[in-house]
Structures are given as C-alpha cells and as structure tokens.
C-alpha cells in the first residue's frame, strides 16, 4: 500500500523520500492535518515557525498589519483548534506554526507540518524560524541569522538515531537566504544583525552550562571556560531548531539574543526592553516577506 | 554568592546538589517560580505531569471530583497564567503540571518544578507522569508502568551532554512505586495493568521507526526487524520522559499503549475509544493518591 513521493523546493534535487498512505496521515496524532483540505492552504509561500503559540499569533497580526490584509474585525483563529500541541494562523500567503521547546517537539512539527504543505501541493516555501536565545559575547538585543548549527562539542552536526544506527545530518542553512536577511536588515537599520554560528543542545540547564538549574554539578570556572571555548566558534547557544534545515528546503533561524551568558545566566533587563527585543526577528522576516511580494507583484 | 543546597525525599540520601542563587529564580525565562509564594503551595504531597496542557486541566477536575473537594463553581484557573510554554492546576495536596513534548521540553519543566518545590519547603512529593504511548505486541487499552527505560539501542541508560562531557545516568524507576500502582490496578479491575521496560527516543517518527512521517529511508521489512527486537527487551515505546526519574525522587510513569506498533502506525480506534484508554492512568494514579490520604487520615 506504499507508494514513494518526494517533496522538494525547486530547483533542488529530490534528496528526501517521503512514504504516502493516502490520506489515513488525517488521523495523525498531534497535528490535524485535515486543515489542508477544510482551510484551502494551497498558497502558502511562507511558514514561519518559532516556540511560543502566543508570539505566532502576534506575528501574523504583524503580517497582517504590514501587508495591509488587516481587517479590523478579524480574530486570527488557531486553525489547529483539534489539538493543544500546536496552534497554527494563517493570513495570505503567510502560515505562522508553535512548535514547543526542544529538538523532539519541534521535529513532529516540522514532519506534520511538511506533509500538510505536500498534501496542499504548495511548492517553494520558505521556512523562517524566529525567537529569543542566549547570546556568547554580543550585546543584548543582537539579531543573530544562522550560519551553521554546531554540537555540544561544537562541531557541525547533528546525529539522528534511526533503527537503533546513528546517522549524521548537514547543520549548514541556506547562505544566500541568510545574505539576503543581512541585506534586509541593513535597510530596516533599526538594530544590530549578525550572521554567525549557533550550538544546539538538548538541554537548556545543564546542557547550555547554566548554574541556576535544579541540579549543577560544575564551577562558574568550569562554565567561564567551556563558554570561552563555544565562543571562538558561535555567536550564540541554543537548543531547539537543529532540524530545521535538513528536513526543510530553504530555511533560515532568525533569533534575538535576550542575555550575554558570559555575564549571567539571569535576564537582567526590563520586560518592556526584552519585548522590544522579541520584535525584532518579526520585524526582519516581515520585511523579507513584504519585499519578496512586492518584487512578484512588480515582475 | 552561591550556596549548596540539596533536596531529597526522605529517607534517601540527599544526592542531588543544586545551587541556589535566592529568588533571583523568580525572573526565569519560562515558569513563574514567584507562584510558589502567591499561591501557598507548600502542601503538595503529589505531582502528576502530563505533555497535553488540556488532559492536565481534566486531571485536576477528576482529582476534586474523587477527593470530594469539588466546588460545583470552581474554574481551576491555569495558575503558571505568566507564560504560554506550561498550564499548571492545583486542588488540595495535588499539583498538576503540563510539560510539552519531547525530553528537552519536560527537562526545563522539572528543573523548575523542582526548584518551586524547594522554595515552597515542599518535602515527601511523589511525581507521577502519566499519557499515552504506542505499545509493543501489547493490546491497545493496556497501562504500563515503566520499570526502566532503555535508549534506541535499547541500553538502559539515558546520556547527558554537560560541558561537552557524555554523562551516563541510571533509568531505574522506584520499583516499590510500581509494585503499589499495580496492586491499585488490581484493586480498581478496570482495565489491564502490567510493569514493563520504556524504549525513549528523541523522535516520534524515524526514531521510533514510524513509516508515515514526512521522511523515511527504510521498509516495513526493516522497521519490523527493529521492533522484534525491541519486543525482547520492552513492552511499549515512547519518548519523552527519561529525565524524569533522575531529577525527581520518587516517580513512577503510567502510560496507556494506543496502538500496537507491530500491527502498523496509525490509530485505528474510535475517538470515544481512545478517550476511555486515556482516562485509565489518571484513574489508577488518582486511586493511589486517595488511597494514600485516607491511610494518612487513619494513621
């Protein structure tokens, strides 16, 4: 009852093989994926993903707003009213996804997600994950665009166990995406961006050398020193979108620094500061979006 | 400015070390540790953790509902209102906590946990998780209380990367806990109870070796060679709780098996169905936990 589909971005070549069942993927468990048929999704050309379901519904109210879609009646529904895993909003071309925190939450997401946009035939998307994260010697209020995702050790990869073998994944991200984010930063000129390295863990604690867990068996020392060592490779340490990129086709992470770890491990600075901050991303990857349709609409 | 401090359920030794900075705590990124004090919960002997925000909600409601503490008015208002990341409930001695999907999600919601409980003088809790999972040539409806967790090699062991350091971590369950919720299954004769080993994976699709996620390199050939031999060692397969056990003190995990993963991926039982299954480990964690207040009542 198998039959063999792939679901790529043009004009890259096919590199992922996806098992179809029909339409039995509606009874999946965490995502309802009959939203491709009720919602007609089929012009989806933008996802933007990030953790929070709060801060997704308040980038599509910014979408809307900036795209001048806004209707001054309209609620922003979750379309993923079946679950409370994830919450999902849509407007025009722009469907805006939580994922939770972490690699496993996130990577059900990206799965069901990726699905949905191939039941619904939508082709060339572009994937943007935004959020918050800690920086390693950048000033709060960094935009950092990823460049390359790099391991507890530091180095470039992410390791998958499938049927019990580890299989090694590409951390790299699309380069001419993350170009084109730099530029657009540049014409915004409304805070600081920068292109570098991210470490991804799979804890947020213990994992990213914190002293302020539950449990912490290492010195500030210990920290200082394995900190100093991330930074002659990273900009800044996270834990959650390592999957972003391999099970996409073009994607791009843009994050704001919230704290320089090296100085702590607590935020120091105002809620209001840190929701300026919390912006930012928005603000760029709109400013990509508002850009790339106005280009289309002009050609 | 740190200072040592442990938190231990009595009468273990106290093995764990956390360091406290004082209430600096409260500004933490994703909890609101300073409901510890608003809200008086010191008195907590029980928390129940679940990933769904919804079925934790419906938890609390039972639990007032058994403990003859209901209040036909009562709303149970989510008292972590501060964050969209976890929903946390409370009635009486029972604290009810929401943790997403997948280790690192639950990994930060116990690091926090934990130190709400340290800050509250909260001593004697037992922590129970209780959900749903796939079993392993196990009829759909069955409870399982994990009796030790074992990685996708199935070795039982759980692998922490701390400073760029492997650290090894036992994944024994406390199998007294487990012994006393399987002689409650037999008290209550509702459904069938068995005490089993946990295969944990961090990831719900190829490393659980599904064959409808978005990506899939391997046949049913293989993924039913991979779960024979899963089947010698474990009775079902999930993945998100491994942590639990070494954070905490006393923990037990209560899951009831959906599907039997060697008969295929999906869901194949009503919503109704599979409603009533997931209602069976609040049901047995829910008769434990009155059985050990009217024994303390008595006493």
């Known amino acids: 009852p198998l039959s063999l ?31 491709c048929c009720s919602n007609n999704i089929c012009s ?3 996802v933007c993903v990030g953790g929070s379901p ?5 980038f599509i109210e910014y979408m809307a707003s900036i ?17 409370d895993r994830y919450a999902m909003y849509k407007i025009g071309p722009v469907l805006s ?39 390693i010697g950048l000033e709060p209020g960094t935009v950092v665009i990823t460049k390359q995702s790099v391991d507890a050790n530091f ?27 730099l530029e657009c930063s540049k014409e915004l000129n409304q805070f600081k961006t920068v292109i570098g390295n991210t470490m991804c863990t799979m804890d947020f604690y213990e994992g990213q050398a914190r002293l302020d867990g539950a449990f912490c068996s290492y010195t500030e020392k210990d920290k200082q020193e394995y ?17 972003l990129y391999f099970y996409s086709c073009a994607a791009a992470v843009v994050c704001v620094t919230f704290l320089d770890r090296l100085k702590g491990d607590q935020l120091t600075s105002s809620h209001e500061v840190l929701d300026g901050y919390q912006q930012q991303p928005q603000t760029l990857v709109g400013h990509y979006i508002k850009k790339h349709l106005s280009d289309k609409k002009d050609s």
Chains 1, 2 share one sequence.
């Not at 992922?16 to 339409?23: A, F, K």
């Open 54 to 58: 709060w801060r997704m519904k308040s």
């Open 97 to 135: 996804v939580s994922h939770g925190m972490g690699i496993p939450s996130i990577s059900i997401m990206l799965h069901e997600l990726i699905k949905l946009l191939h039941h619904a035939h939508c082709t060339n998307v572009t994937i943007f994950r935004i959020g918050t994260s800690g920086g």
């Open 155 to 181: 180095l470039p990869k992410f390791e998958q166990v499938i049927l019990g073998k580890t299989v090694l994944r590409n951390t790299d991200l699309d380069s001419n995406l993350a170009e084109e984010l």
């Open 227 to 243: 900190l100093h060592n991330a930074q002659k490779l990273v900009f800044r340490i996270y834990k959650m979108f390592l999957v």
């Open 5 to 35: 589909q792939s679901w790529n971005r043009n004009p890259r070549p096919a590199c992922y093989v996806w098992r179809c069942q029909s339409m039995k993927y509606e009874k999946h468990f965490n995502f309802v994926m009959s939203i």
């Open 44 to 46: 989806f050309q933008f």
């Open 67 to 83: 795209l001048a879609m806004e209707d001054p009646k309209a609620e922003y529904p979750n379309i993923c009213a079946g679950t």
